[in-house]
């Protein structure tokens, strides 16, 4: 089976999205941060087990993602970011965050384990988001969201570098934070 026959099987994709949707979920429940008093010590910068957590899943997934395309099992389907999207975004998300105490993936990972006030905040939350966002998204497009529009799509095509290059590093890079996170006790 080609990639582009991959494409064309919606009820593959369903199956492998549910299927990789349960298992992120069962590694962010097994890695602890569907836990609330978790999070919280995270956003008190007390407790650093989400960020080791997110810097190990990208220094594993990055090289991997990478890979699939090369085989050509994949495609990246990127788009140019903005300051102002990602600053308002950032904003929602973190007041969001901090009220409830779960990030959309969390929230998910809390709701499979059970937990009710994950269930009852967290999809009030995302469905009054998306409802209000897709209600306000025409008028603010043009007025907000395509201010400061990012030179590139990704960090090779913005520095010229291949991914080649700039995986190692990056990965280097996280490591470096992740061992300093580990070894002085934060």
Known sequence: MNLQSYH??????????????????????????????????QLLLTDFTVLKLMLTAVIVGM???HLMK????????????????SIIGALIFGVGFGLLGYCPG???GAIGQGQIDAFIGGVAGI??????????YPSI???FLEKGMFPAETIPDLTGLS???????????????????EWSGL
């Open 8 to 41: 064309e099987n919606e009820h593959l994709q369903i199956v492998l999205g549910l299927l990789i949707g349960i298992g992120f979920g069962f590694l962010l429940q097994k890695g602890g941060v569907t836990n609330y008093d978790i999070i919280i010590g």
């Open 63 to 65: 090289p991997g993602i």
């Open 70 to 85: 090369q085989a050509g099992w994949i495609e990246f389907h990127t788009f140019r970011g903005a300051a102002a999207s």
């Open 106 to 108: 969390t929230v998910a």
């Open 127 to 136: 469905l009054v988001g998306c409802a209000l966002f897709a209600g306000w």
């Open 141 to 143: 497009r043009e007025m």
């Open 163 to 181: 991914p080649r290059v700039i995986v190692p590093v990056f990965m280097v890079l996280m490591s470096g934070i992740l061992l300093f996170v």
